[in-house]
């Protein structure tokens, strides 16, 4: 297990190669992935999460040693090892597509890893036969592996993943994509429980919000090969450090809307609406780039959640229904309020007004400057 260490990490496909993590960066080719600092935990479990094309697995191929960074370096424990393969790096991999031998049995396959290490047979036996159990597949031990399912043999890549128990990190590109849907909750489960009783470094990749949040006690949420926040499921739900953020997490996402900051309120269209706190040195701020010829754009974030819809109320914020879309634990009506599009979550057995007018709870209100969280003062 290790800490794990970026510094000043950057990628650039096609670059070319000079030596490790001392390429020179060409400025006619977009960066996958740009720089950034990062330390995370001696046996943390992290989720990279964002859509394809964000990063992620560049990322992780950096992290394992399976790609050398244009940029900066990597550091397990604080030793330098841009430079060293993923086996140096004593690192376990789990790939979005099963990778078996498929003339070896399922138990043969698990305890590859171990023989290569040369551990005694019986120490082997007893952790095969640990993950085995783990897998749900005790009673297929000695079945060749090419008769298996694509989801038996994704199963035993994941059992190759966790035999060890001596490793610096456990990395997963996706692991579950081609998992039957009915069978994921049970492996993120047992993935969950695996973590919690070796304490492994763990880095999860995933598109899927569901398995990141449900895995991860930190979530790396990328975003055209940035960044943008690192925090608990409780945290990217409650206060996105950036709207991408707020509109990917979430079911449906955080509603964005533009609007024009006057210090402690918020105009949208013409509606005014209060807000938690002061907002008076991003206002400064806008003024300023407004008079270099800088637009700043300023947004509005609130959860579905956290809005109402009422049958009465001030005519700026009367609501337009374009649709309703029952998913049985609630309803999520789409509207527009001032010409602008917002989704509100409604409980099931609550009624809609024919006519309704949208509810804000002020103190659920974010504010944005240029798509980037702004922390505002107290009133």
Same mark, same amino acid.
């Given at each position: 297990?290790?800490?794990?260490?970026?510094?000043?990490?950057?990628?650039?496909?096609?670059?070319?190669?000079?030596?490790?993590?001392?390429?020179?960066?060409?400025?006619?080719?977009?960066?996958?992935?740009?720089?950034?600092?990062?330390?995370?935990?001696?046996?943390?479990?992290?989720?990279?999460?964002?859509?394809?094309?964000?990063?992620?697995?560049?990322?992780?191929?950096?992290?394992?040693?399976?790609?050398?960074?244009?940029?900066?370096?990597?550091?397990?424990?604080?030793?330098?090892?841009?430079?060293? %393969? /993923?086996?140096?790096?004593?690192?376990?991999?789990?790939?979005?597509?099963?990778?078996?031998?498929?003339?070896?049995?399922?138990?043969?396959?698990?305890?590859?890893?171990?023989?290569?290490?040369?551990?005694?047979?019986?120490?082997?036996?007893?952790?095969?036969?640990?993950?085995?159990?783990?897998?749900?597949?005790?009673?297929?031990?000695?079945?060749?592996?090419?008769?298996?399912?694509?989801?038996?043999?994704?199963?035993?890549?994941?059992?190759?993943?966790?035999?060890?128990?001596?490793?610096?990190?456990?990395?997963?590109?996706?692991?579950?994509?081609?998992?039957? /849907?009915?069978?994921?909750?049970?492996?993120?489960?047992?993935?969950?429980?695996? =973590?919690?009783?070796?304490?492994?470094?763990?880095?999860?990749?995933?598109?899927?919000?569901?398995?990141?949040?449900?895995?991860?006690?930190?979530?790396?949420?990328?975003?055209?090969?940035?960044?943008?926040? *690192?925090?608990?499921?409780?945290?990217?739900?409650?206060?996105?450090? =950036?709207?991408?953020?707020?509109?990917?997490?979430?079911?449906?996402?955080?509603?964005?809307?533009?609007?024009?900051? =006057?210090?402690?309120?918020?105009?949208?269209?013409?509606?005014?609406?209060?807000?938690?706190? %002061?907002?008076?040195?991003?206002?400064?701020?806008?003024?300023?780039?407004?008079?270099?010829?800088?637009?700043?754009?300023?947004?509005?974030?609130?959860?579905?959640? =956290?809005?109402?819809?009422?049958?009465?109320?001030?005519?700026?914020?009367?609501?337009?229904?374009?649709?309703?879309?029952?998913?049985?634990?609630? *309803?999520?009506?789409?509207?527009?309020?001032?010409?602008?599009?917002?989704?509100?979550?409604?409980?099931?057995?609550?009624?809609?007004?024919?006519?309704?007018?949208? %509810?804000?709870?002020?103190?659920?209100?974010?504010?944005?400057?240029?798509?980037?969280?702004?922390?505002?003062?107290?009133?």
């Amino acid at each position: 297990m290790a800490n794990i260490e970026l510094q000043n990490i950057a990628h650039q496909y096609g670059s070319g190669q000079n030596s490790p993590g001392q390429n020179s960066p060409d400025e006619n080719i977009p960066y996958a992935l740009k720089n950034m600092n990062e330390l995370w935990q001696d046996g943390g479990a992290y989720a990279l999460l964002g859509p394809s094309g964000c990063g992620k697995t560049t990322l992780l191929n950096i992290i394992s040693g399976l790609l050398q960074p244009s940029e900066g370096r990597v550091l397990f424990d604080g030793l330098d090892v841009t430079g060293l %393969s /993923p086996e140096q790096r004593n690192i376990a991999q789990v790939f979005q597509f099963p990778v078996v031998y498929d003339t070896l049995t399922v138990a043969q396959n698990l305890a590859f890893p171990l023989r290569n290490r040369k551990l005694p047979k019986q120490q082997i036996e007893a952790r095969v036969a640990e993950v085995l159990k783990l897998l749900g597949m005790t009673d297929r031990a000695g079945q060749r592996a090419h008769s298996l399912s694509a989801d038996d043999k994704q199963k035993i890549s994941l059992g190759r993943g966790l035999v060890r128990t001596d490793v610096n990190a456990i990395l997963f590109d996706e692991p579950l994509t081609v998992i039957d /849907p009915h069978l994921k909750w049970q492996l993120r489960t047992e993935l969950k429980k695996i =973590h919690q009783q070796f304490q492994h470094t763990m880095i999860y990749v995933t598109h899927d919000q569901t398995e990141a949040l449900t895995f991860a006690d930190k979530v790396i949420v990328m975003y055209e090969g940035a960044v943008v926040q *690192i925090g608990t499921p409780q945290e990217l739900f409650e206060h996105p450090a =950036h709207t991408f953020v707020g509109k990917f997490i979430g079911s449906p996402g955080m509603n964005v809307m533009q609007v024009d900051l =006057h210090g402690t309120s918020a105009r949208l269209g013409d509606a005014e609406i209060q807000l938690p706190k %002061s907002y008076e040195s991003a206002v400064s701020e806008e003024e300023g780039a407004a008079s270099s010829g800088f637009k700043q754009k300023v947004e509005l974030g609130i959860r579905p959640e =956290h809005l109402s819809l009422l049958p009465t109320g001030p005519d700026e914020l009367r609501a337009d229904i374009v649709g309703i879309e029952d998913v049985g634990k609630h *309803i999520v009506v789409r509207a527009k309020v001032q010409g602008q599009g917002i989704d509100v979550i409604v409980k099931e057995g609550v009624g809609i007004p024919e006519s309704p007018y949208l %509810s804000l709870t002020p103190e659920k209100l974010n504010v944005y400057q240029n798509s980037y969280l702004v922390q505002g003062q107290p009133r």
